[in-house]
T-cell receptor, first 114, second 113 residues
Framework: GAVVSQHPSWVICKSGTSVKIECRSL??????MFWYRQFPKQSLMLMAT?????????EQGVEKDKFLINHASLTLSTLTVTSAHPEDSSFYIC??????????FGPGTRLTVL | DQQVKQNSPSLSVQEGRISILNCDYT??????FLWYKKYPAEGPTFLIS?????DKNEDGRFTVFLNKSAKHLSLHIVPSQPGDSAVYFC????????????FGKGTKLTVNP
C-alpha cells in the first residue's frame, strides 16, 4: 500500500495566488522528506530537502521565499507556492527519506496556474 | 550539466521479448543506483536497485547490470509484458549517506501485445 500521500492531486489557480500542497508519510515517521518538480518530458528535479523541526535545504536556483516548506511534524510536510505564476505550472512530487536504500514517492500534485 | 543520462527517450518492444533500458552517469562518486517506474499523473514507484559494489542484481523479471568502468547501467525486463509500459527513470545516489537522488530524464517503454 501507499506509504506517502499528497493532497491535492491537482489544483488550478489564478496567477498571483498561493497554493499549499501537503505531503504525508503514512507508514513511517519521516524526519526527512524531499520535494521534486517535474516539467513535461523532463526529469524529476530535486527542489528542496524538508527536515522536521528545522529549516528546509533548498537546491541551487530554487527560490526559498517563493517555495515555502514547512515540516512541523514527523508525518507532514507542506510546500506552499507563493504568488504563483504560469511558469510554476508543473508536477510536484514529494518523497520520504526514511529508507536509506529507496525513497517512496507520493502520487504527485499537478499544479496549473492560469 | 546532467549527471545521469538516459539517451533514449522511448523504446518499443513486443510482448514476450526483452526490454533493455540504458543509463549513463558522469559522477564517479555515485554509490547506489535505482530504477523507478512511473505512470502518467502518478509518482514514481521503486523497481530495483544496485550498489556500486555489485555488478548485477536480479528480481524476478527485472535485472539491473552495472558497469562501473563505463559508468553505465542497464535494466533488463524479460519477458516484457504490456503492463510494463511506463516511463522508467534511472536515479543515482551520492556517497556519504546522502539520500539525495539525481534522476535521468526517463525512457518511455511501450510493450506491444
Amino acid at each position: 500500500g501507499a506509504v506517502v500521500s499528497q493532497h491535492p492531486s491537482w489544483v488550478i489557480c489564478k496567477s498571483g495566488t498561493s497554493v499549499k500542497i501537503e505531503c504525508r508519510s503514512l507508514d513511517f515517521q519521516a524526519t526527512t522528506m524531499f520535494w521534486y518538480r517535474q516539467f513535461p518530458k523532463q526529469s524529476l528535479m530535486l527542489m528542496a530537502t524538508s527536515n522536521e523541526g528545522s529549516k528546509a535545504t533548498y537546491e541551487q536556483g530554487v527560490e526559498k521565499d517563493k517555495f515555502l516548506i514547512n515540516h512541523a511534524s514527523l508525518t507532514l510536510s507542506t510546500l506552499t507556492v507563493t504568488s504563483a505564476h504560469p511558469e510554476d505550472s508543473s508536477f510536484y512530487i514529494c518523497s520520504e527519506g526514511f529508507s536509506t536504500d529507496t525513497q517512496y514517492f507520493g502520487p504527485g500534485t499537478r499544479l496549473t496556474v492560469l | 550539466d546532467q549527471q545521469v543520462k538516459q539517451n533514449s527517450p522511448s523504446l518499443s518492444v513486443q510482448e514476450g521479448r526483452i526490454s533493455i533500458l540504458n543509463c549513463d552517469y558522469t559522477n564517479s562518486m555515485f554509490d547506489y543506483f535505482l530504477w523507478y517506474k512511473k505512470y502518467p499523473a502518478e509518482g514514481p514507484t521503486f523497481l530495483i536497485s544496485i550498489s556500486s559494489i555489485k555488478d548485477k542484481n536480479e528480481d524476478g523479471r527485472f535485472t539491473v547490470f552495472l558497469n562501473k568502468s563505463a559508468k553505465h547501467l542497464s535494466l533488463h525486463i524479460v519477458p516484457s509484458q504490456p503492463g510494463d509500459s511506463a516511463v522508467y527513470f534511472c536515479a543515482a545516489r551520492g556517497q556519504g549517506g546522502s539520500e539525495k537522488l539525481v534522476f535521468g530524464k526517463g525512457t518511455k517503454l511501450t510493450v506491444n501485445p
